[in-house]
């Protein structure tokens, strides 16, 4: 009778089940799940538990010294498994789950059908509340601005190629920005253009905070940028291309 009680409680549906355990979430984790369950579903590939931590630790940074500086303090603890297995216990309720795959550890969705729940329009207000309404990133831009900080550190001993580490940077800060609408461009522009260079020259011709925003289709942060040095094609007569070719010799002309 017991048994037969506590199943009849159970919901019908998975979205009503998922919605449950959101509820028992604490809403002053709320934030932190937010950015937890986005960065699992965004990535294009396998988390590792020290790719997820990281990338998390840079979720609320806003510029890339920021986002050294957290990483810099993630010790081997945090990325252990018994504490990432409790992180996302309490965090996600079991929504996401830790499971060994090629002799490590990644962090994945429980099940497929977590990610249609939590792609469904109206989620982040079910989980954020009025909060929802200040938030501007997503998973995407959380991504973004780890591996792009990976990217331009001179740090060795990576789980991954940096050639590989490097496209999925681009990805990811385009993606931001068309997921969202809104520039990255104050973390952009905390990059240096030498850091930016040393970071993607090596994979691709980028050498500059602008270049990289070119290569990763950021339109609204070139269109900003270009914009606030007064060089936005403004006459549709003129391609972009014109516009720059023709600030380009008035910058020599100057400097010559």
């Not at 934030?31 to 988390?47: C, G, H, M, P």
């Not at 252990?80 to 002799?103: M, N, Q």
Request: glycine letters at 4%.
């Amino acid at each position: 009778a017991a048994l037969r009680q506590i199943i009849s409680e159970f919901p019908l549906e998975l979205d009503d089940y998922y919605a449950g355990i959101v509820k028992q979430i604490s809403e002053s984790r709320r934030f932190d799940t937010f950015a937890i369950l986005e960065i699992v579903v965004r990535s294009q590939r396998q988390l590792s538990i020290e790719e997820f931590i990281g990338a998390l630790q840079c979720a609320p940074c806003a510029t890339l010294d920021e986002c050294w500086a957290a990483l810099a303090e993630q010790t081997l603890e945090q990325t252990s498994l018994e504490k990432t297995t409790r992180l996302i216990r309490d965090y996600t309720g079991g929504l996401l789950e830790v499971v060994p795959a090629r002799g490590s550890w990644i962090v994945q969705l429980m099940h497929q059908t977590v990610k249609d729940f939590i792609s469904t329009p109206g989620f982040m207000h079910r989980l954020l509340g009025p909060e929802a309404n200040e938030v501007f990133e997503n998973g995407h831009s959380f991504l973004a601005k780890y591996r792009i900080a990976w990217a331009v550190s001179n740090s060795s001993g990576w789980a991954m190629s940096a050639s590989e580490n490097a496209l999925l940077a681009i990805y990811h800060a385009g993606m931001s920005e068309s997921t969202t609408g809104i520039s990255q461009r104050r973390f952009i522009d905390s990059l240096t253009n030498e850091a930016v260079e040393q970071g993607f020259r090596r994979f691709l011709e980028i050498n500059s905070r602008l270049s990289f925003a070119v290569i990763a289709d950021l339109r609204l942060y070139v269109r900003e940028t270009l914009t606030e040095i007064n060089m936005i094609n403004n006459n549709p007569s003129r391609s972009l291309l014109y516009s720059s070719l023709s600030s380009t010799a008035e910058t020599l002309k100057d400097c010559c």
